[in-house]
Nanobody, 124 residues
Framework: VQLQAFGGGLVQAGASLRLSCVAS????????VAWFRHTPGKDREFVAA???????YYSDSVKGRFTISRDNAKTTVYLQMDSLRPEDTAVYYC???????????????????WGQGTQVTVSS
């Protein structure tokens, strides 16, 4: 599976952005997909995940503001980001894995496939 993320940009606080991650591969609909983010000097941070069965998981810092979804027909996963804050500034990465277990879903090291990052910058 190859992943390609795009949709980042520079926005003001309170604005919205939608990130997209397009996947190649015929087994996309059976993959758990996720978004992580990274800021220089900090550890990579889990943002959201969506299992093949439709269950979603969010970090506390984005819950209620971000929404992860997928379109299996387009083999694309989205991250709708609303009410953006300056602390959301980061490089965002999409990831996928066909067999990750629930207890590891927030751990980036267990994901097999990664896309390139897309920069999101939120100004105050």
């Amino acid at each position: 599976v190859q992943l390609q993320a795009f949709g980042g940009g520079l926005v003001q606080a309170g604005a919205s952005l939608r990130l997209s991650c397009v996947a190649s591969g015929r087994t996309f609909n059976r993959q758990t997909v996720a978004w992580f983010r990274h800021t220089p000097g900090k550890d990579r941070e889990f943002v959201a995940a969506l299992r093949w069965n439709g269950y979603t998981y969010y970090s506390d810092s984005v819950k209620g503001r971000f929404t992860i979804s997928r379109d299996n027909a387009k083999t694309t996963v989205y991250l709708q980001m609303d009410s953006l804050r300056p602390e959301d500034t980061a490089v965002y990465y999409c990831a996928a894995d066909p067999s990750i277990i629930l207890s590891s879903i927030r751990e980036g090291r267990y994901y097999e496939y990664w896309g390139q990052g897309t920069q999101v910058t939120v100004s105050s």
